[in-house]
């Protein structure tokens, strides 16, 4: 069981974060309040940008490395709030807050596990806690900037908020520009290529067009048009039509598979923003994912994305808290989730530890 008082100060470092605003890519606050975590529990740390992390004491060259990863960034608070989003508050067992909930008790909750195996000795892997920024807009300076910085990573479990199931398969995702062309004119006058009119055969092409792998974890590709924009004056046929596709990408392809079959079969121009974003997943059979099936945890596929995206190792999302509560208003993560997530945390990794 662990110590309660750990418990406790998760959640007041989960207040603190909730107060301090860390919108992707401003998150000095609340970085500096992850190393006020660590310095009190004298644990050196490192910090690059505003991604800060720590190794076990006790670590040992050749052993494996576990990476625990969380994020304290969020994404600004909707129009919907009713509740001030940086006032954390606790109601009906319920934490409220900008944050609280993604991926806030999941960071906390890591953290207190973190420390509650920082000083032990003779275990199986070593391991190194990130609390990582820029996560919810996949930025320059987030923990794929920090993987340089250390050694190679054998497994991780990356924090979201997964009701403590094991998220064994994340899809990825690129995104594609569009441009749907014609030819543009007074509107006045006769045109047989007006591309706005040419957009109505593409996007009946992007609803019926099927990926033919269907992985069994995670299912199809889902592949959604998002955003269409096009002309300027009432009075002028403009020359084309940009178009923003989303596709979500299961474990049977790559991004590369994914942008060869776009760019050789779509009615239009595309352009892929990235590729970076890869689906992830860790197998069934590794030690991680049997031990939380042993505590009664299920497993399936996770349809968002996270920073597992940029991991090159097989990775297990897990964590307090519900998804469908991630970016919605008067956010909140109910306390006993954050005590009931840094149990299962520790018993997960008793086991193979």
Same mark, same amino acid.
């Given at each position: 069981?662990?110590?309660?008082?750990?418990?406790?100060? #998760?959640?007041?470092?989960?207040?603190?974060?909730?107060?301090?605003?860390?919108? %992707?890519?401003?998150?000095?606050?609340?970085?500096?309040? =992850?190393?006020?975590?660590? !310095?009190?529990? +004298?644990?050196?740390?490192?910090?690059?940008?505003?991604?800060?992390?720590?190794?076990?004491?006790?670590?040992?060259?050749?052993?494996?490395?576990?990476?625990?990863?969380?994020?304290?960034?969020?994404?600004?608070?909707?129009?919907?709030?009713?509740?001030?989003?940086?006032?954390?508050?606790?109601?009906?067992?319920?934490?409220?807050?900008?944050?609280?909930?993604?991926? +806030?008790?999941?960071?906390?909750?890591?953290?207190?596990?973190?420390?509650?195996?920082?000083?032990? +000795?003779?275990?199986?892997?070593?391991?190194?806690?990130?609390?990582?920024?820029?996560?919810?807009?996949?930025?320059?300076?987030?923990?794929?900037?920090?993987?340089?910085?250390?050694?190679? $990573?054998?497994?991780?479990?990356?924090?979201?908020?997964?009701?403590?199931?094991?998220?064994?398969?994340?899809? +990825?995702? @690129?995104?594609?520009?569009?441009? /749907?062309?014609?030819?543009? %004119?007074?509107?006045?006058?006769?045109?047989?290529?007006?591309?706005?009119?040419?957009?109505?055969?593409?996007?009946?092409?992007?609803?019926?067009?099927?990926?033919?792998?269907? &992985?069994?974890?995670?299912?199809? @590709?889902?592949? !959604?048009?998002?955003? $269409?924009? #096009?002309?300027?004056?009432?009075?002028?046929?403009? &020359?084309?039509?940009?178009?923003? @596709?989303?596709?979500?990408?299961?474990?049977?392809?790559?991004?590369?598979?994914?942008?060869?079959?776009?760019?050789?079969?779509?009615?239009?121009?595309?352009?892929?923003?990235?590729?970076?974003?890869?689906?992830?997943? /860790?197998?069934?059979?590794?030690?991680?994912?049997?031990?939380?099936?042993?505590?009664?945890?299920?497993?399936?596929?996770?349809?968002?994305? &996270?920073?597992?995206?940029?991991?090159?190792?097989?990775?297990?999302?897990?964590?307090?808290?519900? %998804?469908?509560?991630?970016?919605?208003?008067?956010?909140? $993560?109910?306390?006993?989730?954050?005590?009931?997530?840094?149990? $299962?945390? =520790?018993?997960?990794?008793?086991?193979?530890?």
């Amino acid at each position: 069981m662990i110590p309660q008082e750990l418990s406790i100060q #998760a959640i007041e470092l989960l207040k603190q974060l909730i107060a301090t605003q860390s919108f %992707s890519s401003e998150e000095e606050g609340t970085a500096k309040h =992850i190393e006020n975590w660590f !310095t009190a529990f +004298g644990i050196p740390f490192k910090r690059e940008n505003n991604n800060v992390w720590a190794f076990n004491k006790h670590y040992e060259e050749g052993k494996p490395l576990l990476l625990l990863n969380s994020h304290h960034d969020t994404v600004k608070p909707n129009n919907a709030y009713t509740r001030d989003p940086f006032h954390p508050h606790i109601e009906d067992g319920k934490l409220y807050g900008l944050g609280s909930n993604d991926a +806030g008790g999941c960071l906390v909750s890591l953290l207190a596990t973190f420390t509650h195996f920082y000083d032990k +000795g003779d275990l199986k892997y070593n391991i190194v806690m990130v609390a990582s920024a820029e996560e919810e807009s996949s930025g320059p300076n987030g923990l794929n900037s920090v993987l340089k910085r250390l050694p190679l $990573i054998d497994v991780a479990i990356v924090g979201e908020p997964t009701l403590m199931n094991l998220a064994i398969a994340e899809k +990825g995702l @690129v995104v594609f520009d569009g441009k /749907i062309k014609g030819t543009p %004119s007074h509107a006045a006058h006769p045109n047989d290529d007006n591309p706005i009119y040419n957009t109505i055969d593409v996007l009946k092409w992007f609803k019926d067009f099927e990926f033919e792998k269907v &992985s069994e974890v995670l299912g199809k @590709v889902k592949m !959604t048009v998002t955003q $269409i924009n #096009a002309g300027k004056q009432h009075n002028v046929v403009p &020359s084309e039509v940009d178009i923003v @596709v989303d596709v979500r990408v299961n474990d049977c392809y790559s991004n590369e598979d994914v942008n060869t079959l776009i760019q050789e079969n779509a009615p239009c121009e595309m352009n892929a923003r990235s590729l970076r974003l890869n689906s992830s997943s /860790i197998p069934q059979e590794h030690e991680l994912v049997q031990a939380g099936i042993s505590l009664g945890r299920s497993t399936y596929g996770s349809p968002t994305l &996270s920073d597992q995206a940029v991991l090159y190792c097989p990775s297990l999302k897990l964590g307090p808290g519900d %998804s469908t509560r991630s970016h919605s208003a008067n956010e909140f $993560i109910y306390v006993n989730e954050i005590e009931e997530g840094i149990e $299962i945390y =520790i018993k997960v990794l008793d086991k193979v530890l």
